[in-house]
């Protein structure tokens, strides 16, 4: 095994150019041993870069770039590594927009996952009441200006500690772009940038602070557009095929499926195109679907169901239909070891405490939420429960996990209760709120990173666990298939 490690290593580094440069969980947790002391000094080395951190991810929050259009987002977290020692590789996997950063050498690697691209529509100021910056636009609704921040200062922390100690290893930082939707990491795992890694780490901003095991959706995506024949919609309809028809006729369908599929499946849809005005037939129409379930090769199947639909859509109304996949990716795949561990350290870490003018801005945040917040004002000051969750989201994190052991965490960026994908969570995201629960998840990987380097034994736990979840018979195959990265996703 360690002669394919190697091997797998050197091939990792040459295709960036930069050759040369369970039961477990109980016994890993971290305690008052030399391993928790160890770490500290890396975790206090994340505090020098509190203001760099905080300027960066303000500036990319003031960017809000979507999928793929990443342009200073990017360049901005990859300019703060460079400057920090690492050897930065950009445009990797035909992604623009896309980097991996080296720092230091030898064995083991540590890989950190950095996001940064925003959502569309949800543009909004840092004030508790609906108030977009620029109406229409983009906003950072996800947090992922603040995912980026966080790993790219944790990384460089951890990179310090490590030259410090004369400790062999490297640490990278891999800036992903378009999760939403998107699936960067799915590229860069397609082109195997991961295959020398030991270990993965990520986080993502929420309203809890969280490290338990967990899962997604696998998750297919795909454009569906109609074509018909444009007519007089009043003096000659008959000369004309409704391409609308077509896309309502295939959205009746799926939405008749949904009695008939597993209870944990999610079909979502919008039509993008319906025509251009009531008195001509629609020549063309397009509806976008994401199909989701907890297991890969029942979204497929779903997926192709949807699919027959749609040709049964373009047969009964007279058009043609043609698809392009735009997106797949497959569930996390839980590591017990790894989420133990992570766990342990965010709860010596704690929460995060907010101040008087910080819990007042909560307050006016969750008056505006719909119903009962889930979780309640005070909340963010804990750690929840250590339990395995099942998560209806999806990312592209999933395909990394299923190519190398990675663990992952929550931090509370955003009031108890605020839903992801809002413009409350881009309020909260763009203050201090979100500032604390920046630094909060920076040190916490901090923290787990040192731990691996200094004890072997929790990434030999974690290779084992991977193997034994991914099965001896598991052979990777991206759900997206060939296509090339679609950077004009958002169109």
Not at 66 to 76: I, K, N, P, T, V
Not at 345 to 358: F, M
Request: charged share 20%.
């Amino acid at each position: 095994m360690a002669g394919v490690r190697k091997c797998c290593r050197q091939s990792a580094l040459a295709l960036l150019g930069l050759a040369g440069a369970s039961a477990l969980g109980a016994e890993l947790a971290p305690d008052d041993t030399a391993v928790a002391r160890g770490a500290a000094p890396a975790v206090e080395r994340v505090e020098g870069y509190r203001q760099r951190a905080i300027a960066m991810a303000d500036d990319i929050w003031g960017f809000a770039e979507l999928g793929y259009q990443e342009e200073r987002s990017a360049e901005r977290l990859a300019d703060f590594l460079q400057a920090q020692g690492f050897a930065v590789v950009r445009g990797v996997a035909d992604m623009p927009t896309a980097f991996v950063a080296v720092r230091g050498t030898g064995s083991p690697v540590i890989a950190v996952l950095a996001e940064f691209d925003a959502l569309p529509g949800l543009s909004q100021a840092a004030q508790p009441e609906r108030m977009p910056r620029t109406p229409g636009g983009a906003g950072h609704a996800c947090g992922h200006h603040l995912f980026g921040s966080a790993s790219a200062v944790a990384a460089a922390a951890l990179a310090d500690w490590l030259a410090a100690t004369g400790r062999p290893g490297e640490v990278r930082v891999y800036g992903a772009p378009a999760e939403e939707g998107g699936s960067g990491k799915v590229y860069m795992t397609r082109a195997g940038l991961f295959d020398d890694v030991d270990v993965a780490l990520h986080w993502h901003p929420s309203d809890r602070n969280d490290a338990s095991a967990s899962s997604s959706t696998a998750n297919k995506s795909a454009r569906f557009r109609f074509q018909g024949r444009a007519a007089h919609a009043a003096s000659a309809p008959a000369q004309g095929r409704s391409a609308l028809d077509g896309v309502e006729a295939m959205n009746f369908m799926v939405n008749l499926m949904r009695e008939h599929v597993p209870s944990d499946a999610r079909m979502h849809y919008v039509i993008t195109e319906g025509g251009a005005a009531p008195n001509i037939v629609p020549e063309t129409a397009e509806v976008y679907y994401y199909v989701r379930h907890p297991r890969v090769e029942v979204a497929a199947a779903l997926f192709e169901r949807v699919v027959a639909a749609a040709e049964a859509a373009a047969l009964g109304t007279g058009t043609a239909m043609s698809y392009e996949v735009m997106h797949g990716n497959y569930p996390v795949l839980r590591n017990d070891a790894l989420a133990q561990l992570i766990d342990g350290h965010l709860r010596a870490l704690g929460g995060v405490a907010y101040t008087p003018a910080e819990r007042a801005f909560a307050e006016a945040i969750r008056e505006t939420l719909v119903g009962p917040p889930r979780r309640a004002l005070g909340s963010e000051a804990e750690v929840q429960p250590f339990e395995f969750k099942q998560g209806m989201g999806s990312t592209d994190v999933g395909d990394v996990s299923w190519n190398v052991p990675t663990g992952g965490f929550r931090t509370a960026t955003w009031p108890p209760g605020t839903p992801a994908h809002s413009w409350q969570a881009v309020a909260a995201g763009g203050m201090s709120i979100g500032h604390k629960g920046m630094m909060l998840a920076a040190r916490a990987i901090a923290a787990t990173g040192a731990a691996l380097f200094l004890e072997p034994r929790h990434i030999e736990a974690a290779r084992a666990e991977f193997e034994r979840r991914r099965g001896a018979d598991f052979e990777y195959a991206p759900l997206l298939g060939d296509r090339a990265p679609p950077l004009d996703y958002r169109r």
